[in-house]
C-alpha cells in the first residue's frame, strides 16, 4: 500500500508543494538511494536479532508504526510556510527507514516458514493473487474514486489517500504478524544449530562469493527499473490520460484483466512447481517479451483513442487479450524473485556456513532501490525532453512527443530488461536439481 502510494507522490511534491519536475526527480533519486543504503543496515538487524519477541516480527511492527508517521508529516508540509520542503524530505527520510524495516522482512522471512521449492511456489502464487488484488484495487481506488471525487491530484485527494493506506496497511501488517508468529523462532532458521556470530562484512563476502546472488541481484535489479518505469504514475497519465483520452479507463482496464492475470499467474506458478523456479523466472521473461511486443504493434497500428469499455472495437478487445497475457507472465516474474531470494540464502547457508537472509534480501533491496531511483529521472527527462516543464496531467492536450515518451517507457525500456533476465539466467545456477541437494542440507 505504500509501494503504490509512493508512485504518486511526484504529484504531491509538484501539485501541493511546488516543486518543479527536475527538483522532484532528484529529490525522488536521492531517497531511493538512501533507502538502498539503509536496507544493508536492517539487514544486518534482522540477522542479529532473536529475542524472545522473535527475529522479524519487531522489525514489522515497528516499520509500520514509522511509516504512519512519516504520512502525517508528509500531510502537515502543506501548513509549513518556508519550511514546507525541509519538513517533506525530513518525511521522506523517515518514511524510508520504516520502509526498510519492513521491506527487508518480506525479503528475508519466507526462508523461516519454508525450505521446500514446492512449497515455496505456493507462496508465490498467494503472492501473485494477492498482488492482482492490491494492484487493482488501487488503480480503482485512485483513478475511479479518488481522482473523480476530488478532480485532480489535490490536497483533498491526498488526505483521503494517506488516510486509506494507514488503515488498510497497519490490518496487513497486524495479519502479516499472526501469520509467522509460530515460525519465528530460532529453530526454524537454516543451520541454526551452527550458527555464528553474524557480522556485516559476512554480507559482502556473499556478495563477492556467490554467484547467484550475483546474478539474481542483475536481473532483479533491472527488471525493477523498467517494470517501475512502465507503471509510472506519469506514464499511466499520460497512457491513459492523454494517449486513450480518459484516465478512468485505467481502473476498469484493470478491473477486466482482473481474472485473466490471475489465472495467467497461477499457471506460471504451477510451471514453477513442477520445473523450480529458474524455469518459471525465464518463462515469465519470455511471455512478458512476446505479449510486450504485441502492445507496441497494436498502438502503432491501431487506433489509442478507440480504447473504450462502452463502445467495444477490435483495438479493446486485442488490448485486453495482450495486456492480460503480459500482467499474469509479469507478476509471476515479480513474485517468483521472493522464493528466489530465500534459494539464495540457503544455498549461501550450505556454501559458507552462515545464514543470511536479512542481509542477502537487504542487498537485493539496495540493488532494487539504487537502480530504480532513476525511474523518476529516466521518466522525467523523457518529459522534459517532450517539451513539457511540469508533469503531464489528465487535462494536458495530446502530443505525438507525449505518445512516445508512452511507447519507450511502456514497451521499450522493459523489453531492455527482460533482456538482461534472459543473458543472467543462462548462467544462474540454481535449478530445481541445486536446490534439492540443497534442501536436504538444510532443516525448517
Known sequence: MYYFLMLYIVYFASGVLGMGIAMV?????????????????????????????????????????????SLL?????????????PLFILACVIHIIGYSAQFCVTR??????????????????????????LFVGVSLLVSNVLVVKHGDFNVAMFSEYFLLTVLFSAACTALAVTGIWQKDRAK??????????????????????????????????????????????????ILFGIV??????????????????????????????????????????????VSTILIFAL?????PATLSFTNWGWFTVLFLIFISLRGGFMNANTSI??????????YEATRSGKYLPGMIGAMFSFVDKVIASLTNVIVGALVIL????????????????????????????????WGINIVCMKFYPLDRTTMAEVQKKTKK
Do not use: H
Not at 528475508?108 to 488484488?133: C, H, Y
Not at 498502438?299 to 487506433?303: E, Y
Not at 528466489?340 to 540464502?345: E, Q
Open 108 to 133: 528475508a522471512a519466507l526462508g523461516a516458514l519454508t525450505n521446500d521449492p514446492k512449497q515455496r511456489s505456493v507462496f508465490a502464487a498467494f503472492d501473485m493473487v494477492i498482488n492482482v488484488f
Open 386 to 417: 517532450a517539451g513539457y516543464s511540469t508533469f503531464p496531467t489528465v487535462n494536458t492536450p495530446y502530443s505525438d512527443a507525449l505518445f512516445w515518451v508512452a511507447m519507450i517507457c511502456y514497451c521499450g525500456l522493459p523489453m531492455l530488461g
Open 25 to 69: 526527480s532528484g529529490l525522488i533519486m536521492s531517497m531511493k538511494i538512501f533507502d538502498g543504503i539503509i536496507d544493508p543496515v536492517a539487514g544486518w538487524f534482522i540477522d542479529r536479532t532473536n529475542g524472545r519477541f522473535g527475529k522479524f516480527r519487531p522489525y514489522m511492527i515497528a516499520g509500520n508504526a514509522v511509516m504512519m508517521f
Open 244 to 289: 486513450c483520452g480518459d484516465f478512468a479507463l485505467l481502473g476498469l482496464l484493470n478491473l477486466y484483466v482482473f481474472m485473466p492475470v490471475v489465472i495467467v499467474s497461477l499457471l506460471c506458478a504451477q510451471y514453477a512447481r513442477r520445473f523450480g523456479q529458474k524455469a518459471a523466472f525465464l518463462f515469465g521473461t519470455y511471455g512478458s517479451m
Open 73 to 85: 508529516l508528509m500531510y502537515l508540509c502543506q501548513y509549513a510556510g518556508w519550511a514546507q520542503i
Open 188 to 237: 526454524y532458521f537454516a543451520l541454526e544449530e551452527k550458527a555464528t556470530k553474524i557480522k556485516f562484512k559476512d554480507g559482502w563476502e556473499a556478495l563477492r562469493n556467490n554467484r547467484s546472488v550475483q546474478l539474481l541481484m542483475i536481473a532483479a535489479g533491472t527488471d525493477k527499473l523498467f517494470s517501475s518505469v512502465m507503471s509510472n504514475a506519469v506514464i499511466m497519465v
Open 337 to 346: 524473485i521472493i522464493p528466489m531470494i530465500s534459494d539464495c540464502a540457503d
Open 299 to 303: 498502438f502503432m497500428l491501431g487506433i
